[in-house]
């Protein structure tokens, strides 16, 4: 018969791989995540999620109007303009879709590194075209629109650009939600952002609320929410929701205005501005060990890269 010691020693033995096998599952998981994260074009639903992708395209191309206009600049700054003027800049189906394309292209645009998001005629976005939303207004409709435009935001949002909303005018609605897909807010004079669904007898479903928590903090979100506040930009650059409140309401100056102050955080290289991106993105999105390995991963592409090297020659650090 076995010793009471050779079952305590084979208990120990079996634990000890338990524990191995534990913390090398752990290690592989969090790897799997750092390396999706930093894939392009990762979306948060699909048909596994009940996501009918192209069913809500179709339905959207039925419902045109306006465009998303994109330029980009030679200094790496490009421009999206929502253009409805009619609606106030609201999203009609069409728009929607564009968007999608406008993102991908931005995906792809390895000389990027900001990105002001304006609305047309000096207003932001009043959110979706009530034409659409009347004639899609089953639940299976309105769920596959929410997923369609939470993964188009949420991409633009991990965009390896600096991201501004230019907000003139009105920002309502899902035009509010829009502007929480950007990494800043600059507002100019007499300009508001209002989340108004609960006069529609909706929430957020954008992914706007999600986002209005992690910029504001639960309390005042559920304020802005649940009261239909008005926020004027005083009262955005109180609560962290805007950055500072431009001089100009003309259009054409308040956008000079915001491209000066995204100049000031975008000299440098683009594979330079991206990877600072891609690490805040990580660490804001990941548990820390998986955010780690994402840094570690995005350390690698910079290190000894051109940048680097001329730095290094040059002795740049503390100048």
């Known amino acids: 018969?076995?010793?009471?010691?050779?079952?305590?020693?084979?208990?120990?033995?079996?634990?000890k791989y338990?524990?191995?096998?534990v913390s090398l599952w752990k290690s592989l998981l969090q790897t799997t995540k750092s390396r999706l994260f930093l894939q392009r074009g990762m979306s948060l639903y699909n048909g596994a999620h009940g996501f009918e992708e192209e069913e809500i395209k179709e339905k959207l191309q039925q419902f045109g109007g306006g465009s998303i206009n994109l330029s980009k600049e030679d200094n790496g700054i490009g421009v999206l303009t929502l253009n409805n003027p009619k609606l106030m800049n609201a999203f009609t189906g069409t728009m929607m879709l564009e968007l999608q394309e406008r993102v991908t292209e931005?995906?792809?645009?390895?000389?990027?590194?900001?990105?002001i998001i304006h609305g047309a005629e000096n207003t932001f976005c009043s959110g979706s075209d009530l034409?659409?939303?009347?004639?899609?207004?089953?639940?299976?409709?309105?769920?596959n629109m929410?997923?369609?435009?939470?993964?188009?935001?949420?991409?633009?949002?991990?965009?390896?650009?600096?991201?501004?909303?230019?907000?003139?005018?009105k920002a309502l609605g899902g035009g509010a939600e829009f502007t929480t897909?950007?990494?800043?807010?600059?507002?100019?004079?007499?300009?508001?952002?209002?989340?108004v669904h609960k006069q529609m007898?909706?929430?957020?479903?954008?992914?706007?609320?999600?986002?209005?928590?992690?910029?504001?903090?639960?309390?005042?979100?559920?304020?802005l929410l649940s009261g239909a506040l008005k926020v004027d930009p005083e009262r955005a650059v109180h609560l962290g929701l805007a950055e500072e409140t431009l001089p100009s309401s003309d259009e054409t100056r308040s956008l000079e205005e915001a491209q000066a102050w995204l100049n000031q955080y975008t000299k440098a290289p683009a594979e330079v501005i991206q990877a600072v991106k891609k690490v805040v993105t990580a660490g804001r999105e990941l548990q820390l060990e998986a955010a780690l390995q994402a840094e570690k991963d995005i350390f690698g592409t910079v290190w000894g890269g051109p940048a680097n090297l001329q730095a290094l020659a040059q002795s740049t650090k503390h100048k």
């Open 146 to 169: 929410c997923m369609f435009m939470q993964n188009t935001l949420t991409r633009l949002k991990r965009l390896p650009l600096i991201s501004v909303a230019l907000v003139q005018g």
């Open 201 to 223: 007898g909706l929430v957020p479903g954008w992914g706007g609320a999600a986002r209005l928590v992690q910029i504001v903090g639960s309390g005042a979100a559920l304020k």
């Open 106 to 115: 931005l995906e792809n645009w390895k000389d990027g590194k900001g990105l």
């Open 1 to 15: 018969m076995e010793s009471r010691t050779q079952y305590s020693s084979r208990d120990c033995t079996n634990a």
């Open 181 to 195: 897909a950007c990494d800043f807010r600059l507002m100019t004079p007499g300009s508001e952002i209002r989340f």
């Open 18 to 21: 338990k524990e191995m096998a």
């Open 131 to 143: 034409n659409a939303v009347r004639a899609m207004s089953s639940p299976q409709d309105g769920m």
